[in-house]
């Protein structure tokens, strides 16, 4: 019971991570109906920034949850910076282009992103150990069941996140301006949204919520690898996926259903089932409900 | 019959000279990147007949090439004898019989794969093929009969640039001849109006099962001639990696045109191995870099490819397109 109460925990700390980078892939694709391939590169960036950054505060202070949340601060930053860049540059020239040319150049991004990190001068091909933000210690324990100070703040960050974004999409005028232009961009464009700056901002928001899962994901598996990122990313994917594409409160359902089948898988089967295990169930939604758990159908117009 | 027995004596006369020429007058490592060159081309025309001329984008082309490569690679390896491998007019024949096993085998996976996912569309249907060509290598990764993770060696070599020529030419002729039948021009009915095909009372999802499973017997058949020119086999070389650079050589030449996908699969061929050089000298891997900034220069500059859907001759002056028709 206990063996069985500790997966449900790992399960869900590692599922909320999971949530965070899902919500991202569900707000652009709620937008603009393109599978950002490039967001799990973005997650991979924010530990790349805090492996780089890390050590100039570490000089100055001790392993807490204070260095933990100024780092975070600089790669929600720097992340948010590069989601703007990434959709600046890379999809906003093809806003009218077919999809089929958006998907394509979002898997030049993703890649361009992952072999560019992988040069020498820039971070390296060979995984790096990430420094330590937080000792990790045991909190408390229910039912012979550990759960950490890292998992108790990986729950705690993601819950804080995820309210701060409900309270952005349905409580301020940008987030009224993100659904409507989810809804339909060319009335919302007539009605005089900043159709545009709205976009950039989407983008901004995923990509500091993917910040938050990078430096997270680090803190608790303290490792930085340049190719970290694709499955991370594809993982969420299928989350957002089976939580239902463009729903938000879907994505953390599918993130946290995605974690805890992953553990399972590893805790009860065989850790070499761990990556296949997303495929599977991404295969299984998409043939038995594409719209996902929480997900809306669309019918489609001729 | 007059056209049957024309082609045969074309695609024989190209193949011998061409083979003869690459086998003798180039040195081995120009003829090892020729080798490579040729497979790409039959990788990149078949992932056209799906990407390109169906509009189904695929994006697991390397699975059903390591399902040719590896059921190829098994017979000629563990169930025949090396005495029937190892030269001559019989281990020839062999060969044909194995790459038609490759062919055939990664067409069946193809069929497999293919019916429960074209019922998807766009950047659905791209994720799920990526996930099952990597489910495949994750498959033959656990196969111990096969070699697993240490791969196959001791595969018998007998790829020649003969068979590279050979197989190349038939493939692009006949897709290029596929193209020009009503099943072809099905293929670019549903790519072109999904909607008004099935009102015209045709099976959208035949004919792109049909386009899938026909562009995975041709990848199969690449991998086979792949496995046997290398005579080593890896489950890492058939990773994501390797379906985006034959993404890329379709996206580059232009999706719909076959004569686009064999200059770009020609051309990034050797750029790639180019770039090996500049490796070398930088000791930095700009490869894929490069690969991706092209991928993402063309979308932004030049969305349709350099050829767009029209086939190379189709630029040419209308003067001299009518010799070139007269001729061929």
Known sequence: MAEFIQHVINGISLGSVYALIAIGYSMVYGILQLINFAHGEVVMLSSVFGFYVAPYFLAHMDPSIGLFLVVLTVAMVGCGIVGFLIERLAYRPLRKAPRINCLITAIGVSLFIQYFTQLDFVFGAIPQSYPELMSREVYFTIAGAEVSNLQVLVLGLSFVLMVALQWIVYRTKLGKAMRAVSENTEVSALLGIPVDRVISFTFILGSVLAAAAGTLVSTMYPKVDALMGTLLGLKAFVAAVLGGIGSIPGAVLGGLVMGMAEEFTVGYLSSSFRDAIAFAILIVVLLVRPSGLLGKSRIEKV | ?328
């Open chain 2, 1 to 328: 019959m007059m056209r049957v027995g024309r082609d045969v004596f074309i695609i024989t006369l190209f193949t011998l000279v061409l083979g003869f020429v690459f086998s003798d007058w180039v040195g081995p490592y120009e003829q090892t990147i020729l080798a490579l060159c040729g497979i790409n081309i039959i990788l990149a025309v078949s992932l056209n007949l799906v990407n390109g001329f169906t509009g189904q984008f695929s994006l697991g082309h390397a699975g059903f090439m390591a399902v040719g490569a590896y059921t190829s690679a098994a017979l000629t390896t563990l169930y025949i004898s090396p005495e029937y491998v190892s030269g001559g007019v019989i281990s020839h024949l062999v060969f044909v019989v194995a790459l038609l096993v490759g062919g055939v085998s990664a067409g069946i996976v193809g069929f497999l794969v293919g019916v429960p996912s074209l019922r998807l569309r766009g950047d659905y249907l791209a994720i799920v093929t990526l996930g099952f060509g990597e489910i495949i290598r994750v498959i033959i990764l656990n196969i111990e009969a096969i070699g697993g993770a240490r791969g196959i060696g001791g595969i018998p070599g007998l790829t020649n640039l003969y068979w590279v020529v050979g197989v190349c030419i038939v493939s692009t002729l006949a897709l290029h001849r596929l193209l020009k039948s009503i099943p072809g021009q099905q293929f670019m009915a549903v790519r072109d109006d999904e909607t008004a095909t099935l009102a015209m009372g045709l099976s959208t999802t035949r004919i792109k099962v049909r386009s899938f499973v026909f562009s995975s017997f041709l990848a199969g058949v690449a991998g086979a001639l792949f496995a046997h020119y290398y005579q080593y086999l890896n489950p890492s070389t058939f990773t994501f990696n390797y379906s985006f650079q034959i993404v890329a050589m379709v996206v580059l030449g232009g999706m719909g045109s076959l004569s686009g996908s064999i200059l770009s699969a020609v051309g990034l061929t050797v750029l790639l191995e180019g770039l090996r050089e500049l490796q070398t000298i930088t000791q930095l891997d700009l490869r894929m870099v490069l690969y991706s900034l092209i991928l993402i220069v063309v979308m932004l500059t030049r969305p349709r490819g350099l050829l767009g859907r029209k086939e190379i001759w189709e630029y040419l002056p209308v003067s001299l397109r009518k010799g070139v028709k007269k001729s061929s």
